[in-house]
């Protein structure tokens, strides 16, 4: 008998990415994913620790997946496996086992390939199960090679892991160490995406661009040489990567902006702050105008690049003039859009120690709301820069109004178009005729796309 399985999925691409794969890993043992919580044998949270907000929120939808799960006993509706997974299990694994006592299972983001075995435990009633090792062997060997879903843009992790240690950040402690997938795993992964039906591929990485996977040769390939040898799949129409660190955004990588049709003129390039000495502290290693040369770069050799960004307001230590310092940054460069965060002090991090230097929470809010206020200008802007324009947008689902389609832009916009539904899945000249804060309206351009047959 099919079994149902609840994934509640926070925080960023790669717990999108590693859901999936639980997903898959699930499969073989009957169970079918369900989005209502009250109808599954099984829950897992796939979880964030980056901020403390993130982080609050397993406790709290922990709470209800309890309640959940006494009204399917009293309604004689079975049992319910509740498990932990991701970035706060990796941190806080014994905690929360002490905090929730009624969780069955918390592993880390390395180690949930032993799922099946780990739900075979639990039925067995072993008791509770804690993995929250770093394994030698990287799971993605232990992943199996046939997915449930495909999507028309789907994420590919090609590298996990961090050796950066910025000064704010848990992710080189839950994520582990740089690891980067060999080519040929990857290669096969996405042909069999593309064969179910993708057309988009994001590659993802904590520190993607840091990406030095094995080649056919045994030698190390560059992001920007993995990038060539994907292109030449046939059937994949568009290629993005995500998240990169300025200090490799490599001449060769920049390079590709212009010569690969199916790279996408969009990148996400966190900055943090626009201040040296905030950067120094974070421990960036890079200056401001070092960053500045790289955009530069970038729009050398590929003018039509959106860029995106990451920003932390409220750094311990971060005065009036450093603040200053990151407007004036983002000014320079222009955004297309772009994520911005008060600071917020990580258990085990260096910045967490700076506890004479740490900042007023409403200093951190007026900044933030001034920082946001910018940056809602910038990608106003440049999303109404487009009116007039004829822009190739794939075409992703439904959108809510009745007849609407969304798609993506190359530039990562969502843009809207009236059209029937059996368009989905096609890339279409959209003619753009409004520019709105968070998306783009359009009509699709008369015979840009066919009908299907
Ligand atoms: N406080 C606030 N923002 C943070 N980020 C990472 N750690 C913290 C923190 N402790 C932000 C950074 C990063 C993004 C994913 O989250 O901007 O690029
Ligand atoms: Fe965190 Fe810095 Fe690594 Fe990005 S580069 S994951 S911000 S430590």
Do not use: W
């Given at each position: 008998?099919?079994?149902?399985l609840?994934?509640?999925t926070?925080?960023?691409?790669?717990?999108?990415?590693?859901?999936a794969r639980?997903?898959?890993l699930?499969?073989?043992?009957g169970?079918?994913l369900t989005d209502?919580p009250?109808?599954?044998?099984?829950?897992?949270l796939?979880?964030?620790?980056?901020?403390e907000?993130?982080?609050e929120?397993?406790?709290s939808?922990?709470?209800?997946?309890?309640?959940t799960?006494?009204?399917?006993?009293s309604?004689?509706?079975?049992?319910?496996?509740?498990?932990?997974?991701?970035c706060?299990?990796q941190?806080?694994?014994?905690?929360?086992?002490?905090?929730?006592?009624?969780?069955?299972?918390?592993f880390?983001?390395?180690s949930?390939?032993?799922?099946p075995?780990?739900?075979?435990?639990?039925?067995?009633?072993?008791?509770h199960?804690?993995?929250?090792?770093f394994p030698?062997?990287?799971?993605f060997?232990?992943?199996?090679?046939?997915?449930?879903?495909?999507?028309?843009?789907?994420?590919?992790?090609v590298?996990?892991?961090?050796?950066?240690?910025?000064?704010?950040?848990?992710?080189?402690?839950?994520?582990?160490?740089?690891?980067?997938?060999?080519?040929?795993?990857i290669?096969?992964?996405?042909?069999?995406?593309?064969?179910?039906?993708?057309?988009?591929?994001?590659?993802?990485?904590?520190?993607?661009?840091?990406?030095?996977?094995?080649?056919?040769?045994?030698?190390?390939?560059t992001?920007?040489?993995?990038?060539?040898?994907?292109?030449?799949?046939?059937?994949?129409?568009?290629?993005?990567y995500?998240?990169s660190?300025?200090?490799e955004?490599?001449?060769e990588?920049?390079?590709?902006?212009?010569?690969v049709?199916s790279l996408?003129?969009?990148?996400?390039l966190?900055?943090?702050a626009?201040?040296?000495?905030?950067?120094?502290?974070?421990?960036?290693?890079?200056?401001?105008?070092?960053?500045?040369?790289?955009?530069?770069?970038?729009r050398?050799?590929?003018p039509?690049?959106a860029?995106?960004?990451?920003?932390i307001?409220?750094?311990?230590?971060?005065?009036?003039?450093?603040?200053?310092?990151?407007?004036?940054?983002?000014?320079?460069?222009?955004?297309?859009q772009?994520y911005?965060?008060?600071?917020s002090?990580r258990?085990?991090?260096?910045a967490?120690?700076?506890e004479?230097?740490?900042?007023?929470e409403?200093?951190?809010?007026e900044?933030?709301?001034?920082?946001?206020?910018?940056?809602?200008?910038?990608q106003?802007a440049?999303?109404q820069?487009?009116?007039g324009?004829?822009?190739?947008v794939?075409?992703?689902r439904?959108?809510?109004?009745?007849?609407?389609?969304?798609?993506?832009?190359?530039y990562?916009q969502?843009?809207?178009?009236?059209s029937p539904?059996?368009?989905i899945?096609r890339?279409?000249?959209?003619?753009v005729?409004e520019?709105?804060?968070?998306?783009?309206r359009?009509?699709?351009k008369?015979?840009s796309?066919?009908?299907?047959?």
């Amino acid at each position: 008998m099919s079994k149902k399985l609840y994934i509640s999925t926070y925080g960023c691409q790669m717990n999108v990415y590693d859901s999936a794969r639980m997903a898959d890993l699930m499969a073989p043992l009957g169970y079918t994913l369900t989005d209502k919580p009250a109808s599954a044998d099984m829950a897992i949270l796939n979880t964030c620790h980056i901020r403390e907000k993130a982080s609050e929120k397993t406790f709290s939808e922990l709470g209800r997946l309890r309640k959940t799960r006494e009204g399917r006993q009293s309604r004689n509706e079975g049992d319910m496996i509740i498990a932990v997974a991701g970035c706060v299990a990796q941190a806080e694994g014994a905690e929360i086992m002490k905090r929730a006592p009624f969780v069955d299972m918390v592993f880390g983001p390395q180690s949930y390939h032993n799922l099946p075995q780990m739900v075979a435990e639990a039925n067995r009633g072993v008791g509770h199960i804690l993995d929250t090792d770093f394994p030698v062997e990287p799971k993605f060997d232990h992943l199996p090679k046939e997915a449930i879903d495909t999507n028309l843009s789907a994420f590919l992790t090609v590298q996990e892991g961090c050796d950066k240690f910025c000064a704010f950040c848990v992710v080189p402690y839950t994520r582990g160490a740089e690891f980067s997938r060999p080519v040929a795993s990857i290669v096969t992964e996405a042909k069999r995406m593309i064969a179910g039906g993708t057309r988009e591929i994001t590659l993802l990485g904590q520190n993607v661009n840091a990406y030095h996977g094995e080649g056919a040769d045994g030698k190390p390939v560059t992001l920007a040489g993995l990038i060539y040898q994907l292109a030449e799949i046939e059937g994949l129409e568009r290629l993005r990567y995500t998240t990169s660190h300025p200090l490799e955004m490599t001449e060769e990588l920049c390079k590709a902006h212009r010569d690969v049709d199916s790279l996408m003129p969009y990148l996400h390039l966190p900055v943090q702050a626009g201040s040296d000495r905030i950067l120094a502290a974070m421990n960036r290693r890079h200056t401001a105008d070092e960053y500045r040369r790289i955009i530069d770069k970038l729009r050398h050799y590929q003018p039509d690049l959106a860029l995106s960004g990451d920003f932390i307001v409220g750094f311990p230590g971060e005065t009036d003039q450093d603040f200053e310092d990151t407007l004036q940054l983002v000014r320079d460069v222009k955004y297309a859009q772009a994520y911005s965060f008060k600071y917020s002090p990580r258990p085990g991090t260096p910045a967490a120690g700076l506890e004479s230097e740490m900042i007023d929470e409403a200093v951190k809010s007026e900044r933030l709301a001034r920082l946001q206020a910018l940056l809602n200008e910038q990608q106003l802007a440049y999303n109404q820069s487009f009116v007039g324009r004829e822009i190739d947008v794939l075409l992703e689902r439904e959108g809510k109004r009745e007849g609407q389609i969304v798609g993506r832009s190359p530039y990562m916009q969502s843009v809207f178009v009236p059209s029937p539904a059996h368009r989905i899945g096609r890339i279409a000249t959209v003619i753009v005729q409004e520019g709105n804060a968070n998306s783009l309206r359009g009509e699709l351009k008369p015979g840009s796309v066919a009908d299907a047959a």
